[in-house]
Structure formats: C-alpha cells, structure tokens
C-alpha cells in the first residue's frame, strides 16, 4: 500500500525537481519497510509535514506493513510434537493474511539470521528450556546485533507453557516476572518486549481453545505494537 503524497502548506513551492535532504530521508526511512513517501519541502532543505493526521496515517501504514510478517523462533530438538508446533499452526489458521515463517535457535542460526536480513519486526520466541528465558536471551542478543530496530521497534512475545504435572505454578511466575527487567534493557534499543503464558492442559480441547487464545493476544500485540504492554505477562 503506497503512501500518499502529502499536501503542500500554503506558499510552499510546487517546483519539486529537486527533492530537498528532508524529501531524502523520509524516502530512506520509509525504503525500510518496502513504501514510497512522499513529503513538502520546507525552509533550508528540510522536510516538512502539513497535519498531526498526515503523521498518524503514516503511522498506522507503517505499522500494517510491518505487522504482515510474524516469525516464530524455537529449539525444539526435532520434537514435532512439541506443543510450540501446534501453536506455529495455530497461528497460521488463525492470521490468514499474515506470513508466519519460523527459524531456530541453534548456534549457527543462519535461517533466523536470514529471517532478520529479510526485515521481519515481529518475533514469537517459544521457550521450551529449563531456563525461563534462554532461548529469548538469545533471539535478543541476536537483535540486538542485527540493528534492525533502528528504524522501526521490534516486537519479541516470549511464548512460555504452564504445564501442571510439572510445574508449580507460583515457582513458575516467580521466575516469569524477571522479565520487566529484561524489557527494560531491550527497549533501550527499540525492542518491545512481553511475554505469553499458556496453559498446557492434558485435554486435548482445553488445549486448543488456550492455543487459539494465545494466537488472538499474539495478533493483536504485533497489530497494536503498544509499549504500554511492554514488561507485561500476559495469560492464556
């Protein structure tokens, strides 16, 4: 979806042969995420925007755009049972319209790092070590080695299972809520960070339903992109 050129404010030139340095850097920034923009010119070269309504309409461009392509991170040894894949597919019915590609966490990484060079904003990390947050330490180590957020925020959703037999669930929260801090560091470099919890029931419809639950929260975190939920663990 291309963005409209934006009107010129009164007394403005129309002569637009020469594209000011202002013009230049909107066309920089929006090549980021694959737009053309367009823009007035303004006093000494730099750009300049008629209405607050011309930025938020931007915005919310940007950030559908951006919101097309989800990718899910995980390490799960080959376990094609693992309750992570069922959630890959949950997401895939559920977000028609959205590219949902996954990558895993070994120590070469070279698909996720292809995933990252493709510009994907939007990453589901399932965790399925011991370690309450390993697998989203690494995804965030590699971010943050990327610079891909220097333009636009990242999201990460670190995807954490609540499973009964095997967890006490006030052990497991405690350990969850380490997560603002980490959130904190991240978004220092523009990546918003939250976490997921779903419940891992033995019946196999209680399951699902928590599984598509999990899906929508997912959706609509990555849609929104709000900071306001960010540090946030969020329950399915």
């Known amino acids: 979806m291309a ?36 823009g007035t010119g303004g006093r000494g070269g730099r750009g300049q925007v008629t209405y607050k309504r011309d930025l938020y309409a931007a915005e919310s461009i940007i950030k559908e755009r951006i919101s097309q392509h989800i990718c899910i991170v995980m390490d799960t040894k080959e376990d094609e049972e693992h309750v992570g894949h069922h959630l890959e597919e949950m997401l895939k019915n559920e977000l028609n319209n959205v590219k949902v590609t996954s990558g895993p966490l070994g120590q070469a990484g070279r698909d996720l790092q292809q995933i ?17 947050f390993e697998e989203t330490q690494k995804l965030l180590n590699m971010l943050k080695e990327s610079h891909l957020s220097v333009l636009y925020p990242v999201v990460v959703i670190s995807v954490h299972f609540l499973d009964y037999k095997s967890v006490h669930f006030d052990h497991k929260m405690e350990n969850l809520m380490q997560i603002r801090e980490l959130a904190k560091e991240v978004k220092e470099r523009n990546i918003l960070l939250c976490g997921l919890l779903i419940y891992y029931p033995q019946d196999e419809q209680k399951l699902q339903d928590s599984l598509r639950q999990g899906a929508t929260i997912i959706a609509t975190l990555i849609k929104e992109r709000n900071s306001a939920f960010i540090g946030q663990l969020l329950v399915a």
């Open 3 to 38: 963005l409209a050129p934006l009107a010129p404010t009164a007394g403005a030139s129309p002569n637009r042969s020469a594209p000011s340095a202002g013009h230049q850097l909107m066309g920089v920034a929006a090549a980021g995420v694959g737009l053309p923009a367009d």
């Open 116 to 132: 990252i060079l493709e510009q994907c904003y939007s990453f589901v990390c399932v965790n399925v070590m011991t370690s309450a």
